[in-house]
């Protein structure tokens, strides 16, 4: 039987590969293409020629995403260290050092304190990461992942919303202005996310149940925004312990209103995330096994 000599085996293309990569990373053609400033019948036939080239099927579509089939976990593998030694000749050719990106999501009430002090320490030990945070409200940094804009977040949610690799419960409380307290005011002023953000469905159905009528007093994107209204006697509001503040009182079972335990907090990345996006993710699981709330 003739042999096949070194020269004549097939050579992976680099770009094929870094197609592939960016599809699993991505769980979308539409969104790989975006990323790559291609088109998605490109990245499909890269990802074609590729599969004819292995003589397996490489991803397969699932009911929300693309997943690699087992094949194609053991050709991403290999393709990322590919990719990442392309990554440090390049480097080493032009004297300088190539850094990796890691764009990380967070709620508005956790930039600052102890996260912030947490993402220092990370990227100390991590000279190489560019780490990029992106805070808002947890419907846009959701939707942000979904469009692969993010590698990692950092969401609160309803209970088992999605699935996430670590999750805890999210602790809530009722507060009011310490100054110029409104809970007694009838209807009751309330400081609340716009429509559709997180707590404000609860705050009205709490209050139905207790039979007090309510009005909307005040309404923000901003975490600031709502901290700063109920500090000065705007309304009451629902929110995290760690939002508030002495210009806060603190409300409760002896007012009549309920706990609000519905929520959590989880950590989302991809199956295929790499490791430098895993090492972030293990220090968020750090940092919320201390103090969730």
């Not at 990802?47 to 579509?61: S, T």
Request: with cysteine; glycine share 8%; aromatic share 4%.
């Amino acid at each position: 039987m003739p042999t096949i000599s070194k020269a004549n085996k097939a050579l992976f293309d680099l770009d094929l590969l870094r197609a592939i990569v960016v599809v699993a990373d991505c769980g979308s053609f539409t969104t790989a293409a975006a990323r790559l400033h291609s088109t998605q019948s490109t990245i499909s036939q890269k990802v074609r020629r590729l599969e004819d080239m292995v003589g397996h099927r490489l991803l397969v579509r699932g009911n929300r995403d693309v997943l690699p089939t087992d094949a194609g976990q053991t050709l991403l593998g290999y393709a990322r260290h590919m990719l990442a030694l392309n990554d440090q000749m390049l480097e080493a050719l032009a004297g300088a050092r190539v850094g990796v990106t890691v764009r990380l999501g967070v709620p508005e009430d956790f930039v600052g304190g102890r996260t912030t002090t947490a993402l220092a320490a990370f990227s100390r030990a991590h000279a190489q990461v560019k780490l990029e945070v992106t805070s808002g409200l947890c419907r846009d940094i959701s939707q942000a992942y979904d469009n692969g804009e993010l590698d990692l977040i950092l969401l609160k949610q309803r209970r088992n919303a999605r699935e996430g690799i670590a999750r805890w419960p999210e602790r809530l409380q009722w507060i009011d202005s310490a100054q110029a307290p409104t809970f007694d005011l009838d209807p009751v002023p309330l400081v609340t996310f716009p429509p559709r953000g997180l707590y404000r469905d609860d705050m009205i159905q709490a209050l139905e149940a207790m039979g007090r009528a309510w009005r909307i007093s005040f309404t923000s994107s901003s975490l600031s925004g709502l901290q700063a209204a109920v500090a000065d006697g705007m309304g009451i509001s629902l929110l995290p312990p760690r939002a508030a503040s002495t210009a806060h009182r603190v409300l409760g079972a002896p007012q009549g209103l309920p706990e609000v335990d519905s929520y959590e907090i989880i950590i989302v990345h991809r199956p295929t995330a790499d490791g430098r996006v895993r090492a972030l993710a293990d220090v968020l699981s750090e940092l919320l096994q201390v103090q969730p709330g």
